[in-house]
């Protein structure tokens, strides 16, 4: 028997996951796992606490000189996070 309307798995699960409202705490996830990796290693180790709250990537930096440096760069950031994830899951970036 041969069903009509075929549709890839991954597209089914997606389906499934934006269904059950798990889709945004899951994006949400993968954009704070992405912090160091997009930021780079320096940023990485003076990072000591990220998280995610209304739209808004908190990032806790020990250094002031590479806060300074990164809050000039919040934009690019957010914009690179946003691209690695394939979704606009945070709006801004607040250093602090």
């Not at 089914?12 to 798990?22: E, F, K, W, Y």
């Not at 250094?63 to 914009?79: C, F, I, S, V």
């Amino acid at each position: 028997m041969f069903r009509k309307k075929v549709i890839p798995l991954s597209e089914a699960l997606n389906q499934v996951m934006r269904d059950s409202g798990l889709e945004t705490p899951l994006q949400q996830k993968r954009i704070v796992d992405f912090w160091d990796e997009v930021a780079g290693p320096v940023a990485a180790r003076y990072t000591t606490e990220k998280f995610i709250r209304n739209q808004t990537l908190f990032v806790k930096i020990v250094n002031p000189a590479l806060k300074g440096d990164l809050m000039m760069r919040r934009t690019e950031l957010q914009n690179l996070l946003n691209a690695k994830v394939g979704a606009f899951v945070i709006a801004e970036i607040k250093i602090y």
